[in-house]
Every structure is written in C-alpha cells, then in structure tokens.
C-alpha cells in the first residue's frame, strides 16, 4: 500500500482512491441473532432488533433449516413464528434477517445488506400471470404448471404483501348491482359492487358448492379464491369440480390447507386480499370469495395466545377482533371511476350457533350476510339459503323500486308460511281464518322452486327480476 506522507497531495489522492478499491472487495457485516427458546408454535431469538412481519431464516451449520416471521417482541426477545414445523432445530441456532428480494440468504458469505425496517416489506408476485393458477401464500404454483412468469415472458411482478388502506373519503360508494348468478341473491338479497358481504354456515350445507356457482356465473372480470384452512382434499375437488375449468379461467386461487401454520394460514388470507387489490387498482370489477374467515381468526387466536396474549370472548384476544376489520376493509370500491371488490368471506358457525363470538363480529363488520339454514339442507332444498334470516345493507342502494317491493311482498308471504308451519302439518288450520295465510300457501310451491336452482344453473339478474315481478303479481292477495 502507497505511504499518504510521500508525493504530497497526489500521493494522498492514489492512497485514498486505493482504500476505496480495498473497500468495495470487503464484505459488510452480518447481523446474527440466536435461538434461546422454542416452545410449542413459538420461538425466542436474541441479538436482533426487527420490526414486527420482518423474515428470518433459522440456521443451524450454515444451512438454513426453516423460515420464520417476527409476530411480537418483549424487550430484547423476538417472538418468532416458524412457516414450516420447527423439525431438527437445536438450541443456539443462527437466526439471520431475511433480504426481502431473495426467497432464502445467502448463506456461508458474509455479504448481507444492512436495511432499514421499511425495506423489510415482505414482496409477493402479482400480475396477470396469476390468472388460471393455484398457488400458495408465498406465490409458490401448487399447481405443477410451471414458474409464474409474466404474460410478455418477463419476470412476474413482486408487490407489497400488506399496503395502506384507502382512504374512507375517496372510495366510491355502492351504487350498482352486481349479477351472482345465484336466483335466490340476485331477486331477494341484490349484492352491489364493492358490498362485503358473509356466507354464515355451519359444515356440510353447500357453502363451498354455492361459492363454486358465484365463481363461474358471477359478472366479474377477475376472480380471487381464497381457501384458508382447508382440508387438503378439498381443495383439489374445489378446484376441478367445483370452480371447473371455466372457472379457473380468470380465476387466482391461493390455498392454504388446514396443515400449514397459522401464519401460513393468515398470509393466505393477506395475499388473496393482496392479489383482488392489484386487480382493482387496473380499473377491473374483482370478486374476492374467501373460505373461511373464522378459520382466519382461529390462525390468529394460536398465534396471540403463543406469545402470551390473555383470552378474552370464548378464548379469542382481543387481537383478533382488531384483525378482521384490518382484513375486510380492504376490500370494496376504489376512488370513482376505479375498480372494484366485491367479497362474500364464509363464517364457519359453531354448532350452528350464529351467535358465536366471530359470527357476532363478522356480522358487525360486514355489509350483509346470507345464512344457510342446515333443516333446508337436509330437505333437499338447495341451495340452502334462508332468506328470512339473511340482509343486504346495500340492496335499497342498487335495486330499483319495484324489484325491493316485490323482494318485501314476497318474504311476507314466504314469512308467513313458516310461522305457520306447524299448525300445517298437524291439521289445526281451517282454510279461510286468514285469506293471506292462504295466498301464501297456495304460493309456497312456486316460491320453493323460485328459490332452489342447480349448481350447473346460471339465473341472471335480469331474468331474476323478470321472474320475481311475475311471481308476485300472479299471487291474489287479500285487500289491505
């Protein structure tokens, strides 16, 4: 190396430019934490200071055995929760800092960045790639077709997994309908564009079947399927005979089966609502089905009660109340003129029970919810939905007079004959002791067909409302 003193100023300048070179060989320094503690879904890391959702990879020999995200620190402990089963991990263990840009560190150089919190953003791939895919909450394919590659054969574009929620001002209200496809919706429960709305259900009465139906026949430029916690076969059998080939067309679905963790689970949920997002902001009218929301809560319930978060309704922390608003508004319109998406999130009701602590705030937060009643189910009567017990908060807004007079004529009639349900079927009812229990009853087997529909049968709003209008008129009712 040169000597500064000699040469003067000249001199000085070689040695510096010297220093220079030397530097830009030199690899900067790593950041290494370490295992102290790993106990049922969490782990303890010391020696590193994270943000909240940064990635670490667990390492043990220089090779890197699991990753991990940061769900909550206590003093100088990070709370970690694994993405895959904490298998094979021993004590000590490196935890490394994860670069965003690169799905694993590099490890065995010394060659990573130092970068500030807000550069951790975790990316995930978007694009019109994903269109026809399965992938998982990573933007991993599950479906064997090959690499996500952009349409130009590019690389596929890598966006923000969480992003700032639009502004309550600047989104456009619900002001137009939105055709589902599905009769017993479109004339009596009308969806808007933009509306949220839930699928309350307990398990094994066709919700999956009727989300199938909104796939296929809904008026919707893109579709986002999220399957959150479900059984693994499901999820295949959903895929091909359920959404079908049709479907899957202009769909996305992202699927995070009941086996992974329940981070894995709720970066599902994330990365669906991330995807429907992407798609609005390109002008485009999405339809976000996620299946299901309560499987959601109960990933963030395991996650808060592992790090020590008290329960507080039926063993749910507050946190997880916090969290579902969090998720479905974001959701709804853009700004006027923009995209749109619309979300039907099912409620997994225990017991049949709605209300349960998650089906009580889900209704809450929600701009509507269909109930499908199980003794319809078992009847034979499909789909199942329980139209005295199900709203649209939107429906005034999109649907025209005369279809909500004729929705509030019809749920009288068809009200009235379930009230009376009984004395029917025991013969305790003289016919002419009430002239508009006995429109109803004559009506009630027009009014069950209007209601059921195949799955393979795509009613339009239009012809819904055609159909509705002339059921209603033909009924002779009693004057007032």
């Known amino acids: 190396m040169a000597d500064p003193g000699a040469g003067g100023g000249a001199a000085f300048s070689g040695f510096l430019q010297e220093c220079r070179s030397i530097v830009g060989f030199a690899d900067p320094s790593e950041i290494r934490g370490r295992l102290t503690r790993s106990a049922g879904l969490v782990m303890e890391v010391v020696g590193l200071k994270l943000p909240v959702g940064a ?16 769900v909550g620190f206590a003093g100088e402990r990070l709370f970690l929760m694994p993405v895959s089963e904490p298998q094979g991990i021993r004590p000590g263990a490196a935890a490394v800092p994860i670069d965003p840009a690169a799905v694993r560190p590099r490890l ?113 430029d893109v579709i986002v399927v999220g399957l959150i916690g479900e059984r693994g076969r499901e999820v295949k059998e959903f895929i091909e005979d359920i959404l079908g080939a049709e479907g899957l067309q202009r769909a996305v679905v992202v699927a995070a089966p009941a086996d992974t963790t329940p981070l894995v689970r709720m970066q599902g949920a994330t990365y669906a609502t991330a995807i429907a997002e992407h798609f609005r902001d390109q002008g485009l009218d999405v339809l976000l089905l996620m299946d299901s929301l309560t499987r959601y809560a109960m990933a963030a319930r395991e996650i808060a009660l592992a790090i020590g978060e008290p329960p507080a309704t039926k063993g749910y922390p507050p946190s997880v109340f916090a969290k579902l608003p969090q998720l479905v508004e974001r959701a709804g319109n853009a700004a006027a003129g923009g995209g749109s998406i619309t979300g039907f999130y099912t ?76 004395l029917l079927a025991v013969g305790a009812y003289v016919p002419g002791a009430d002239p508009a229990l006995d429109a109803a009853i004559g009506a009630h087997p027009r009014m069950e067909r209007f209601l059921q529909q195949g799955m393979t049968e795509c009613a339009t709003l239009a012809q819904t409302q055609q159909d509705l209008d002339t059921l209603v008129r033909s009924i002779a009712l009693p004057p007032a």
Do not use: W
């Open 108 to 220: 065995g150089k010394r060659n990573h960045p130092l970068r500030r919190a807000e550069d951790r953003t975790r990316q995930v791939p978007m694009g019109q790639a994903l269109l026809g895919r399965v992938v998982d909450p990573s933007g991993v394919p599950l479906d064997r077709g090959g690499p996500i590659v952009a349409v130009d054969g590019g690389a596929c574009e890598m966006r923000p997994l969480v992003r700032r929620p639009i502004n309550s001002m600047d989104r456009a209200p619900v002001r137009s309908p939105l055709d589902v496809g599905v009769r017993a919706i479109n004339g009596l429960l009308t969806v808007g564009r933009g509306q949220r709305i839930g699928l309350f259900a307990g398990s094994g009465v066709g919700k999956s079947v009727l989300m199938g139906m909104m796939a296929r026949y809904t008026a919707a």
């Open 55 to 70: 990635r670490v990879a667990i390492v043990q020999a220089d090779t890197a055995q699991m990753d991990a995200e940061v």
């Open 347 to 422: 409620v997994l009701t225990e017991g049949d029970d709605p209300q349960d602590p998650i089906g009580d705030a889900a209704r809450a937060i929600l701009d509507g919810h269909v109930v499908l009643s199980r003794s319809l189910a078992e009847s034979g009567h499909f789909p199942a939905i329980d139209v005295e017990a199900s709203i649209s908060r939107v429906m005034p807004a999109v649907a025209g007079s005369q279809q909500m007079e004729s929705a509030r004529r019809f749920k009288a009639l068809y009200s009235r004959y379930q009230r009376n349900r009984d």
